[in-house]
T-cell receptor, first 115, second 116 residues
Framework: KAGVTQTPRYLIKTRGQQVTLSCSPI?????VSWYQQTPGQGLQFLFE???????NKGNFPGRFSGRQFSNSRSEMNVSTLELGDSALYLC??????????????FGPGTRLLVL | AQSVTQPDIHITVSEGASLELRCNYS??????LFWYVQSPGQGLQLLLK??????LVQGIKGFEAEFKRSQSSFNLRKPSVHWSDAAEYFC??????????????FGQGTRLTINP
């Protein structure tokens, strides 16, 4: 079974621009979560989508948004980029089904550099 | 609030030596605990997890971890490390929010260096 895929792997943007990152979960998985990883703050939860609905959101400004499509693929968007948005953005998928915590499997990440 | 503490930011061991990485968590309910490994420039790979049952869990690449509820700990161990084990290791606790929503709360990570 193929793993979680993320595109693009690397991205360079300038301040004020916006960016869209994509994540395709493991086949059959319906939950997609996004995390931001920076040297200073570590790994922080952004949001979780399940069946095209955001059901959980971390403590990030409204510039960070996401969506999920009917095939469970997800995108996250960051508008009006700031230098501090430079990070590795990781996507994780799980079955998302009820009944206990569902293990999350991570993709390789998208490295975003904001200049 | 839920939190995970990895007291050691950086550990160096010699190849063939034993390894123990420490992890302490704070969570009000029965914890779901994970160890992930990250090689440079890569995503996170699941090493092992604890949900319930036997407190000693086995994972991939020869790793094991022991859950100790009395100490709120979930330490990762390996009897003999290989140069390929050099990476960053993250301990995490799974947290339920509402209506089935969940997230992982991570420790700050421990960077492992292997001396030849």
């Amino acid at each position: 079974k193929a793993g979680v895929t993320q595109t693009p792997r690397y991205l360079i943007k300038t301040r004020g621009q916006q960016v869209t990152l994509s994540c395709s979960p493991i086949s059959g998985h319906r939950s997609v979560s996004w995390y931001q990883q920076t040297p200073g703050q570590g790994l922080q939860f952004l949001f979780e989508y399940f069946s095209e609905t955001q059901r959980n959101k971390g403590n990030f400004p409204g510039r960070f948004s996401g969506r999920q499509f009917s095939n469970s693929r997800s995108e996250m968007n960051v508008s009006t980029l700031e230098l501090g948005d430079s990070a590795l953005y990781l996507c994780a998928s799980s079955t998302g089904l009820a009944g206990g915590f569902k293990t999350q499997y991570f993709g390789p990440g998208t490295r975003l550099l904001v200049l | 609030a839920q939190s995970v503490t990895q007291p050691d930011i950086h550990i160096t061991v010699s190849e063939g030596a034993s390894l123990e990485l420490r992890c302490n968590y704070s969570y009000g309910a029965t914890p779901y605990l994970f160890w992930y490994v990250q090689s440079p420039g890569q995503g996170l790979q699941l090493l092992l997890k604890y949900f319930s049952g036997d407190t000693l869990v086995q994972g991939i690449k020869g790793f094991e971890a022991e859950f100790k509820r009395s100490q709120s700990s979930f330490n990762l161990r390996k009897p003999s490390v290989h140069w390929s084990d050099a990476a960053e290791y993250f301990c995490a606790v799974g947290v339920f929010i509402i209506q089935g929503a969940q997230k992982l709360v991570f420790g700050q990570g421990t960077r492992l260096t292997i001396n030849p």
